[in-house]
């Protein structure tokens, strides 16, 4: 990791391009700061006296406000209106991002008269770019949905995957590398978008094995029915988000003009949705390996502006409870499997659960905490919320809600256009600073 940051730090300190030729905008869904610094200080170096930071610290420019994106449609007139104290979905958030515009919640790029709004990831493409998105969710989830598509609902996603092979420019999709879930949303039994991908030049994965010795340059990496197991609980032929990065970018960046590649770590939010410290440590050392993948190849360049931030915060996540004032790492360290796989187990099987989670967690469980865990019902919800709750009291680690907060999110900003960045901005201006920064005036009009 030091490493990195004095790679970056010698390119910070040469003029950069006036306008950057290539653009990575990662995407922590659900990530806030606490998720941050729970893992700054579950990847620390124990040995060391501080705890490191993370690669991206360097680059904090501020943070973004997600609550004021909302709007309420629930007037008699049918009228939507502004609601500057209600919280975003990832959708509308998503949709600010891409499009510099805001809308009503649970809309992809459209607004709230239906329009479409172009997004950046489409105006790359007027700009003669190649184009990627990567996911650990199915690619059809609202997040990258946003960047290239245009729908009403974000359940729609029929029409999401529909639309990633219908909307073309120049004769082919105006995605070159998808990379993510969701093989069931395109191969449909209304319709197959597999055989027409192909016969659109794409080169289709299913596996780790085959992404990685593809030299194909379009690429559609479909590795799972629906979202990607957690990082913690893959096994070998899924690949980590890290891998299908840096394979994005090995293919765009064939591209004479330049590139605009879309990364989310998706789950993160899933994690935080419940409840499970543990799986948001999984979920964001998957999207931390993919944030320094980027800056390593922007570093490496100094052409490529990236972007890491989040579309809300999930969970309300604190670290420290019950009064106590510290949190402890330590009951995570070593763990590859999350409270997800271990309760899938349990469901399965006929194993006590405080057998299962003995053999996967680092300490020792006490009688109460066994007899806590057998006492759950063989069910895999219920299992998994008695894992979680372990973990969580053995972390001293605290939630508000299962659902999102109104929180500011952290906003990291590398390479040249970086300042156009900075403050405390509205998620629709950190959309339009993008569409400035990086795509001529022709097609810079968000």
Not at 241 to 251: F, K, N, P, Q, Y
């Amino acid at each position: 990791m030091a490493v990195l940051l004095i790679a970056v730090e010698a390119v910070a300190g040469d003029p950069p391009p006036a306008q950057p030729r290539n653009a990575i905008f990662l995407l922590g869904d659900g990530m806030g700061f606490a998720q941050v610094k729970a893992y700054r200080m579950y990847a620390d170096d124990p040995a060391t006296e501080l705890v490191e930071p993370l690669p991206m610290e360097a680059w904090q420019v501020g943070s973004v406000s997600t609550d004021s994106i909302r709007l309420d449609c629930s007037a008699d007139d049918g009228r939507c209106v502004r609601d500057p104290h209600g919280f975003t979905d990832s959708a509308s958030s998503a949709t600010a991002y891409a499009t510099g515009h805001d809308t009503v919640v649970g809309r992809l790029s459209t607004a709230q008269d239906g329009a479409p709004l172009p997004t950046v990831l489409e105006g790359a493409r007027r700009a003669g770019k190649a184009t990627g998105i990567v996911v650990t969710s199915q690619l059809t989830h609202a997040s990258p949905a946003a960047f290239g598509s245009h729908v009403p609902s974000r359940e729609d996603t029929r029409s999401i995957a529909d639309q990633y092979f219908d909307a073309q420019w120049d004769g082919a999709p105006i995605i070159d590398v998808m990379l993510g879930g969701g093989y069931d949303d395109l191969c449909r039994g209304d319709r197959d978008l597999i055989p027409e991908f192909r016969a659109a030049g794409y080169d289709v994965v299913r596996n780790r094995e085959a992404l990685l010795a593809s030299g194909a340059p379009r690429v559609l990496g479909l590795f799972a029915p629906q979202g990607l197991p957690q990082a913690w609980d893959r096994d070998p032929g899924v690949p980590s988000l890290a891998d299908m990065t840096r394979h994005a970018l090995g293919v765009l960046e064939r591209d004479p003009d330049g590139f605009f590649l879309m990364v989310e770590g998706s789950q993160i939010d899933w994690a935080a949705h419940a409840n499970s410290v543990a799986g948001v440590m999984s979920e964001m050392e998957d999207f931390i390996a993919a944030v320094g993948v980027a800056l390593e190849f922007a570093a490496a360049r100094g052409d490529t502006l990236v972007i890491v931030t989040a579309d809300h915060e999930t969970g309300g996540m604190a670290l420290g409870r019950d009064n106590i004032y510290r949190w402890a790492a330590n009951p995570l360290r070593g763990m590859r499997r999350t409270p997800k796989a271990m309760a899938q187990e349990y469901a399965d099987g006929a194993e006590p659960l405080s057998s299962i989670v003995a053999r996967h967690v680092p300490f020792d469980l006490e009688i109460d905490e066994s007899r806590r865990l057998d006492a759950a019902p063989r069910r895999m919800e219920p299992a998994r919320a008695a894992i979680a709750n372990l973990l969580n009291r053995r972390t001293f680690t605290g939630w508000t809600t299962a659902g999102h907060t109104g929180v500011d999110v952290p906003l990291y900003v590398f390479g040249p256009g970086r300042d156009r960045f900075h403050g405390v901005m509205q998620n629709e201006d950190v959309g339009r600073a993008l569409w400035a920064a990086f795509l001529p005036a022709a097609t810079a009009t968000p």
